[in-house]
């Protein structure tokens, strides 16, 4: 009953009044218990206990308010708690987790007390569950809105691009993959030389020649943690406050892959130095690989495209020459049925009319062509609709280079 007229009274009182009230009140309840208190978003409890790493059950006494959600995406109702006092057994040990939840303007504060029967289990059990929570797993974490998410789906979508489906310009490919598998593999190396373990990469190009597509098969072959920045912007915390969050999640999840892509949208007079100092933390960035893209390098500052020792790798998605494009138009040709195929003369001829053309646009060709060879499905003739579609295509570059509104694809 204490704790249930705790929560109630706690949570009449003004917001900034809550976490110290309820602090004073357990410390007073249980003067021989080690008392944590903590309202960091990594130690979630539930998850840790999903994962049989901990035992935990409602106390009884109390009403315990948890909400239910619906996730349309997945047709499956969820359920997370808000007000609620846990019973948790841990390593042959038992503890009390009390949390509580409330709104700050629109955000929501979740604060958790630890009760122990010392400091010591106290601090072992929170660092335990902080730290497994994380660690990235089969999912990606995505930074936005001044918060990190892990999300399953963006992991899920990558694991489909590789290098085998990717034509780049000559040696491009393999030069990038060769130097991150390289960069992993020699840690030792790094440390018995004193070079700082770090790495900053550059991809730079115009839309659509793949530079995206070579993050995610990165992604996918390094098997190492991935930390991908959406924007730097949020509505409750500065862009340095956020910029400090996101280097420090990749010192903790290191070795890791930060992606920064767009990194001229992400970057602008106001935060730029204070990424530059973050960026520049030799010794705290150990193991960390920074790949940013650009399709704007002439918007960069010079600090950042010019710096050997911030993007010491810089690679150049161009336009698709003939032997690039010749090899995409096989690749996509030989995936299709029989019925839509390409001849030899045809590859040939579509080759020599995509002069100018990017990867992006290339596809475009093929899906767009292969939408309209549905409605009659006549043996042969995608050839003649890919050489009308050409036309089409080459006229909507035109008036997307004169628009400025390039999005790659």
Same mark, same amino acid.
């Given at each position: 009953?204490?704790?249930?007229?705790?929560? !109630?009274?706690?949570?009449?009182?003004?917001?900034?009044?809550?976490?110290?009230?309820?602090?004073?009140?357990?410390?007073?309840?249980?003067?021989?218990?080690?008392?944590?208190?903590?309202?960091?978003?990594?130690?979630?409890?539930?998850?840790?206990?999903?994962?049989?790493?901990?035992?935990?059950?409602?106390?009884?006494?109390?009403?315990?308010? !948890?909400?239910?959600?619906?996730?349309?995406?997945?047709?499956? %109702?969820?359920? /997370?708690?808000?007000?609620?006092?846990?019973?948790?057994?841990?390593?042959? *040990?038992?503890?009390?987790?009390?949390?509580?939840?409330? $709104?700050?303007?629109?955000?929501?504060?979740?604060?958790?007390?630890?009760?122990?029967?010392?400091?010591?289990?106290?601090?072992?059990?929170?660092?335990?569950?902080?730290?497994?929570? #994380?660690?990235?797993?089969?999912?990606?974490?995505?930074?936005?809105?001044?918060?990190?998410?892990?999300?399953?789906?963006?992991?899920?979508?990558?694991?489909?691009?590789?290098?085998?489906?990717? %034509?780049?310009?000559?040696?491009?490919?393999?030069?990038?993959?060769?130097?991150?598998?390289?960069?992993?593999?020699?840690?030792?190396?790094?440390? !018995?030389? #004193?070079?700082?373990?770090?790495?900053?990469?550059?991809?730079?190009?115009?839309?659509?020649?793949?530079?995206? $597509?070579?993050?995610? @098969?990165?992604?996918?072959?390094?098997?190492?943690?991935?930390?991908?920045?959406?924007?730097?912007?949020?509505? /409750? @915390? !500065?862009? #340095?406050?956020?910029?400090?969050?996101?280097?420090?999640?990749?010192?903790?999840?290191?070795?890791?892959?930060?992606?920064?892509?767009? +990194?001229?949208?992400?970057?602008?007079?106001?935060?730029?130095?204070?990424?530059?100092?973050?960026?520049?933390?030799?010794?705290?960035?150990?193991?960390?690989?920074?790949?940013?893209?650009?399709?704007?390098?002439?918007?960069?500052?010079?600090? +950042?495209?010019?710096?050997?020792?911030?993007?010491?790798?810089?690679?150049?998605?161009?336009?698709?020459?003939?032997?690039?494009?010749?090899?995409?138009?096989?690749?996509? *040709?030989?995936?299709?049925?029989?019925?839509?195929?390409?001849?030899?003369?045809?590859?040939?001829? %579509?080759?020599?009319?995509?002069?100018?053309? #990017?990867?992006?646009?290339?596809?475009?060709?093929?899906?767009?062509?292969? %939408?309209?060879?549905?409605?009659?499905?006549?043996?042969?003739?995608?050839?003649?609709?890919?050489?009308?579609?050409?036309?089409?295509?080459?006229?909507?570059?035109?008036?997307?280079?004169?628009?400025?509104?390039?999005?790659?694809?």
């Amino acid at each position: 009953m204490k704790i249930k007229q705790l929560i !109630t009274e706690a949570l009449s009182l003004p917001k900034d009044a809550i976490s110290y009230h309820v602090s004073q009140e357990l410390a007073a309840l249980y003067p021989k218990k080690a008392l944590l208190e903590s309202n960091d978003s990594s130690f979630h409890l539930e998850k840790y206990a999903e994962a049989n790493l901990c035992k935990i059950k409602y106390d009884a006494h109390i009403h315990n308010q !948890t909400l239910t959600g619906w996730n349309g995406m997945e047709n499956q %109702i969820y359920k /997370y708690t808000e007000n609620a006092s846990f019973q948790v057994s841990w390593q042959g *040990n038992k503890l009390d987790v009390l949390l509580m939840s409330w $709104h700050e303007g629109y955000c929501k504060t979740r604060y958790f007390w630890i009760l122990a029967n010392s400091t010591e289990l106290a601090q072992n059990f929170f660092a335990a569950v902080c730290d497994w929570n #994380s660690q990235i797993r089969d999912e990606l974490l995505v930074f936005e809105d001044g918060y990190w998410d892990k999300n399953t789906d963006l992991f899920e979508s990558i694991q489909s691009a590789t290098f085998g489906n990717l %034509i780049l310009h000559k040696t491009l490919k393999e030069d990038i993959q060769d130097d991150l598998i390289n960069f992993f593999a020699s840690r030792e190396a790094y440390a !018995t030389y #004193s070079v700082p373990w770090k790495r900053g990469i550059l991809f730079i190009g115009s839309p659509g020649n793949g530079k995206t $597509h070579t993050v995610k @098969a990165l992604i996918n072959q390094m098997q190492q943690p991935c930390l991908y920045v959406k924007s730097f912007k949020s509505e /409750y @915390a !500065t862009d #340095s406050e956020n910029i400090r969050k996101v280097f420090k999640q990749a010192r903790q999840s290191a070795p890791c892959v930060l992606v920064l892509e767009d +990194i001229d949208s992400l970057l602008n007079d106001e935060n730029r130095s204070f990424f530059l100092n973050e960026l520049d933390g030799f010794a705290s960035n150990q193991g960390i690989v920074t790949i940013a893209t650009t399709n704007h390098p002439e918007r960069l500052d010079s600090a +950042i495209s010019n710096r050997p020792s911030r993007f010491d790798r810089k690679y150049h998605f161009d336009l698709p020459a003939i032997p690039e494009r010749e090899a995409y138009i096989i690749l996509w *040709n030989d995936k299709l049925k029989t019925a839509m195929g390409l001849s030899e003369q045809g590859v040939s001829q %579509i080759v020599a009319l995509t002069e100018g053309f #990017s990867f992006a646009y290339l596809k475009e060709l093929f899906l767009s062509s292969m %939408i309209r060879w549905m409605g009659d499905m006549e043996t042969g003739a995608l050839e003649k609709i890919m050489i009308s579609q050409v036309a089409i295509l080459r006229e909507q570059m035109s008036s997307t280079t004169v628009s400025g509104k390039d999005v790659e694809k």
